[in-house]
Every structure is written in structure tokens, then in C-alpha cells.
């Protein structure tokens, strides 16, 4: 069963703190993205990634940067955590069809 | 205005209701995607179409390509249904899927 792993489903922070989450898919894919869901807002693209040390801004990348030293792997990094950063936070690969973790809700105290 | 415009934005119904999502898009698009979330779990791809009709079990989605515009319909609702109904266009060429809002669906028994 192909997946892509989310390394923690909950998380609380404290303001300030670097946060990394981390992503992890088994599928080969070449394509790797980073979203936040909020009440209202829907999917938001923070970060996208075509290949290996490759990214792409997305629609809201200020506050955070990522990392894709593997194929597999693509990691989330918010620098300086803040309040406003409290989100649902979805990592998914693929092309046409996407693959989604099952998300970090990550709180930011 | 979002490029990807879903309708409602909840919706209640009664077990057994026969029930429509709509979503309508302003990019041209190479393919339509509905995907559901159930409360606390992660995304999951329903129907990926790009002309005419599909249909998996009681669930059916439609697209008119001139009018740019598709629905999801549930026969026979059921509590289980329950969910956030999403959709996404993908765009031509290796560009991320641009979604909608959400639709949150709740089926009372």
C-alpha cells in the first residue's frame, strides 16, 4: 500500500521554537508538496518540490522554508514559530493524483 | 475570486437524501478531481475525470467541460458520508492542483 508518512500527528510549540516536520513517501514520486488547512480557507500551498533539491514558493511560503536533500523525503521548517502558524499541516506527492499524509496538527503556544 | 469555486459551503441532509456538490473553475484544466475528508482523518482521492461521468458505488461526479463546471452527487446518503467534500483542477503542464474551499457535509440519521 503506497503511502505518504507525516512524522507526528500532534504537535504543541512555543513561540520562537524551529519547528521541522518532516514527510516521507514510498511511491517514487518526483513531486512533494506542503499545505496548511485552516476552518474556512480551505488547502493552502505553502511549498512545492519537482526533484531533489529543488522548491517552489507556493501561495503562502513567508515564515517557513523547506529541505529536499532526498527523493523520498521533504521537510517542512518554520523558522521562528508564531501563533498564526497553529494549523492543520498536510504533506502530499504525486502528480495528477495526489497522495496525502494524514496530516500534523501542529499548536503553537 | 479563487480559480476554483465550490457550493455550499456546509450542507445538511437526512439520511437517504440525494445530494449534489458543485464546483465551478476559471482555469483551463486538464483534468477535475474530488477528494473527501472525514473528521480527523486524512484526504482521500474520490474521482479523478476529465469528460462525462464516472460513478464508484453511490457516489457520481459529472463535468460539462464548456460551462466549466462539475458536481458530486451521493445517492442514498447515509451518515457515513459525512465529510468535507474537496475539489481541485489540475492545470496543463507539471503545475500543483489548485482547490477548492471545501464542501462539509453532514447526513443525520
Known amino acids: 500500500d503506497v503511502k505518504v508518512t507525516q512524522s507526528s500527528r500532534y504537535l504543541v510549540k512555543r513561540t520562537g521554537e524551529k519547528v521541522f516536520l518532516e514527510c516521507v513517501q514510498d511511491?517514487?514520486?518526483?513531486?512533494m508538496f506542503w499545505y496548511r488547512q485552516d476552518p474556512g480557507l480551505g488547502l493552502r500551498l505553502i511549498y512545492f518540490s519537482y526533484d531533489v533539491k529543488m522548491k517552489e514558493k507556493g501561495d503562502i511560503p513567508e515564515g517557513y522554508s523547506v529541505s529536499r536533500e532526498k527523493k523520498e523525503r521533504f521537510s517542512l521548517i518554520l523558522e521562528s514559530a508564531s501563533t498564526n502558524q497553529t494549523s492543520m499541516y498536510l504533506c502530499a506527492s504525486g502528480i495528477d493524483g495526489y497522495t496525502f499524509g494524514s496530516g500534523t496538527r501542529l499548536t503553537v503556544v | 475570486k479563487n480559480e476554483v469555486e465550490q457550493s455550499p459551503q456546509n450542507l445538511t441532509a437526512q439520511e437517504g437524501e440525494f445530494i449534489t456538490i458543485n464546483c465551478s473553475y476559471s482555469v483551463g484544466i486538464s483534468a477535475l478531481h474530488w477528494l473527501q475528508q472525514h473528521p480527523g482523518g486524512g484526504i482521500v482521492s474520490l474521482f479523478m475525470?476529465?469528460?462525462g461521468k464516472k460513478k464508484h458505488g453511490r457516489l457520481i461526479a459529472t463535468i460539462n467541460i464548456q460551462e466549466k463546471h462539475s458536481s458530486l452527487h451521493i445517492t442514498a446518503s447515509h451518515p457515513r458520508d459525512s465529510a468535507v467534500y474537496i475539489c481541485a483542477a489540475s492545470r496543463s503542464g507539471n503545475t500543483p492542483l489548485v482547490f477548492g474551499k471545501g464542501t462539509r457535509l453532514s447526513v443525520i440519521a
Open positions: 511511491m517514487d514520486h518526483e513531486n
Open positions: 475525470l476529465s469528460s
